[in-house]
Nanobody, 119 residues
Framework: QVQVVESGGGLVQPGGSLRLSCFAS????????MAWYRQVPGKSRELVAE???????NYGDFVKDRFTISRDNANNTVYLHMNNLKPDDTAVYYC?????????????WGQGTQVTVSS
């Protein structure tokens, strides 16, 4: 069983920055695909950014070079650096870990961390 724990959310003013962290347990972390999703009430969860085991990255269209995802395999942690935050970025941000394909259970979610962008 993989435990996924997010941290770093909070209240920030428009134009500000925030860094989210996500720890995923297990000794196969370097092989996980890791991602950040976000969700607001009444809407479906949407992909913010993902980073593959080979460190290739993908971002949601709305990111527009404002966010950067990175990973520290030595510490089983993935980060989401968010700059130039806008009120529309207000959401619960979820960390997602996808284990390698040969494992029976692959999908793990954290409990989410609230990000609020407001003056």
């Amino acid at each position: 069983q993989v435990q996924v724990v997010e941290s770093g959310g909070g209240l920030v003013q428009p134009g500000g920055s925030l860094r989210l962290s996500c720890f995923a347990s297990g000794n196969l972390f370097s092989l996980y695909t890791m991602a950040w999703y976000r969700q607001v009430p009444g809407k479906s969860r949407e992909l913010v950014a993902e980073i593959l085991s080979g460190r290739d990255t993908n971002y949601g269209d709305f990111v527009k070079d404002r966010f950067t995802i990175s990973r520290d395999n030595a510490n089983n942690t993935v980060y989401l650096h968010m700059n130039n935050l806008k009120p529309d970025d207000t959401a619960v941000y979820y960390c997602y870990a996808q284990a390698p394909g040969w494992l029976a259970q692959r999908d793990y979610w954290g409990q989410g961390t609230q990000v609020t962008v407001s003056s």
